[in-house]
């Protein structure tokens, strides 16, 4: 199997080196074009066999998965090259969240799929959010995620919870990696802990923390339960925490919501725009 990856920026070339360190895929079933061709170079050099494409086109001659790994205005113009070259054999998937997969099916002749991956997949772990067109059957549906399963756990949902699933998903390392900095630069500020000690024990609890509510099998409540001794220390923090932080979630999945609805706008401009395909 061949696959295609138009863009090798931070989401594209972490996809391809996770596919081919998990053994997914060889190098030499992989092709890739970038704007910049340097950043497609480098991981070529890095991975010898994998085919870099001088225009975006050439990625897609004979691959079965083609990853659209661009920014969101981007894509009217990329789809506008690539369209008279898309067969219907072949699965052509979005990684970002505002392009809409009416978009593609309404431009492509092949069967469309939106995933939002993680930063988690660079581990092999993590969730990835798969959506699909209205003509992709099972049988490719499985194809995907049996590539996605090397690297994550591919979870199938509806392209309305887009957004809320990405917050979650996505965007989560980076919302808890900052709380966990906090935490940790409050340690080092209050009792002079190293930051490094702190970090490595910091980065071990939430290691187990993700094991005990995933393999585990707890809720958060009973973790919480768990730890927290009635009247002791941790029961003492968490009613702070309940006090000091009521709300800011909210107020979080408002703000990443006001501006996915910001990009969407975006595209549905850059589509009209370009008029794909000279309709």
């Not at 939106?114 to 930063?119: N, T």
């Amino acid at each position: 199997m061949k696959i295609g990856f138009i863009g090798a920026g931070s989401m594209g070339s972490l996809l391809i080196e996770s596919f081919i360190l998990s053994e997914a895929v060889e190098p030499t079933q992989i092709k890739v074009s970038n704007r910049s061709i340097g950043k497609a170079q480098a991981l070529a050099y890095k991975y010898p066999g994998i085919e870099v494409e001088s225009n975006n086109v050439h990625v897609v001659y004979e691959t079965e998965i083609v990853f659209l790994c661009i920014k969101p205005h981007e894509f009217a113009t990329v789809i506008s090259e690539i369209k008279p070259y898309v067969h219907e054999e072949q699965i052509i998937v979005s990684i970002t969240s505002p392009v809409l997969l009416s978009h593609l099916e309404a431009e492509l002749n092949c069967r469309v799929a939106k995933i939002i991956p993680s930063i988690t997949n660079k581990m092999w772990s993590g969730a990835t959010l798969c959506i699909y067109g209205n003509q992709i059957e099972e049988t490719y549906q499985t194809k995907l995620q049996k590539l996605l399963s090397y690297i994550s756990e591919p979870i199938k949902i509806e392209e309305s919870y887009t957004r809320i699933v990405s917050d979650i998903s996505s965007c989560g390392p980076a919302f808890f990696a900052f709380l966990l900095q906090q935490f940790i630069d409050s340690a080092v500020e209050e009792t002079g802990i190293s930051r490094e000690g702190a970090m490595k024990i910091a980065s071990n609890m939430l290691l187990g923390t993700g094991l005990l509510l995933t393999e585990g099998g707890m809720t958060t409540e009973e973790v919480q339960q768990r730890v927290a001794v009635p009247g002791g220390i941790t029961a003492k923090a968490l009613q702070l925490l309940s006090r000091e932080t009521s709300g800011i979630f909210n107020e979080l999945i408002r703000t990443t919501h006001a501006k996915y609805y910001e990009d969407l706008e975006v595209v549905n401009q850059t589509f009209d725009r370009e008029e794909v395909g000279g309709q």
